[in-house]
């Protein structure tokens, strides 16, 4: 698999998170043969990659093939607990479940996808399933709409280039000219909505939450079924509660950015 990169690049780790990445939700076990034709790399180099995930404790033997293990989670926990993300949203998150009876989520964005890193979800059916760490195309989401607008011209051009990861076809593919409308709009009232533009039957709104120098470091939703919920009820009921509670996250990811980083922070409604 051919990259464009520099002197530094390390070619055997970017192979060894290609075959990582391979695997897929309903296919929790890859033989050799089928990791090969995802990642496109010669069989010989995914079985040496294989074996020494293997000792390393992210994969394992299983029939007709490779799994991975629940190991690999620490990779994507570090990154979440390196932010203090959890800490700081989940109390917030839950109080406003609790008064809007619907789900919020906490997104970031990666490439031109966004990655959920927080939620708490109530239980109702939806077209599309989300946990931490699932992906969507940024410009059919009411988060990415936010974390696209808080970039700049060059950054907006930058990170639409890059391909999504998503696996999902959204229904709204807006060309340039209509996502930057869009994302002007977003700008002049502080949040976005998306209504049904990933998924039928998905609605949403979502603002910004911001650090201690008023940068937006990630986006939160509210997301509701669209036969239940009309778009009067999300906006006039629901999107005051949310913008009220980003607030707030903000405000207290702003403290803790003045903790120094000596000072052992409390490790608490950690998920699991």
Not at 23 to 33: E, I, V
Not at 123 to 147: E, Q
Not at 151 to 162: K, M
Request: overall charge neutral.
């Amino acid at each position: 698999m051919g990259r464009e990169a520099g002197t530094d690049f390390i070619e055997a780790l970017a192979r060894g998170l290609d075959v990582l990445r391979c695997f897929r939700p309903g296919q929790p076990t890859m033989t050799l043969s089928e990791i090969a034709a995802v990642t496109g790399l010669a069989r010989p180099t995914v079985r040496r990659i294989l074996l020494t995930l293997e000792e390393l404790g992210y994969v394992r033997a299983a029939d007709r093939g490779f799994a991975l293990t629940p190991r690999v989670l620490e990779l994507g926990v570090a990154y979440v607990n390196s932010l203090s993300i959890w800490d700081v949203a989940r109390p917030h998150m839950r109080h406003l479940v609790t008064e809007t009876d619907e789900s919020t989520s906490l997104a970031q964005l990666d490439g031109s996808d966004i990655v959920y890193v927080s939620r708490v979800a109530v239980p109702k059916i939806v077209t599309l399933a989300v946990t931490i760490g699932t992906r969507f195309p940024a410009v059919a989401t009411s988060m990415g709409k936010v974390l696209l607008a808080a970039l700049t011209p060059a950054e907006l051009t930058a990170v639409l280039a890059v391909p999504s990861r998503s696996g999902i076809a959204a229904r709204w593919q807006p060309d340039r000219d209509e996502l930057d409308r869009e994302l002007r709009e977003v700008r002049a009232r502080g949040w976005a909505l998306a209504d049904q533009d990933l998924a039928a039957g998905i609605r949403s709104v979502a603002t910004g939450v911001r650090d201690g120098d008023g940068r937006v470091v990630a986006a939160l939703n509210v997301t509701v079924h669209a036969a239940e919920t009309s778009l009067e009820r999300l906006t006039d009921e629901h999107l005051p509660r949310l913008l009220r509670t980003a607030a707030e996250i903000s405000r207290d990811w702003a403290r803790l950015d003045t903790v120094p980083m000596t000072v052992q922070r409390p490790a608490t409604d950690r998920p699991g």
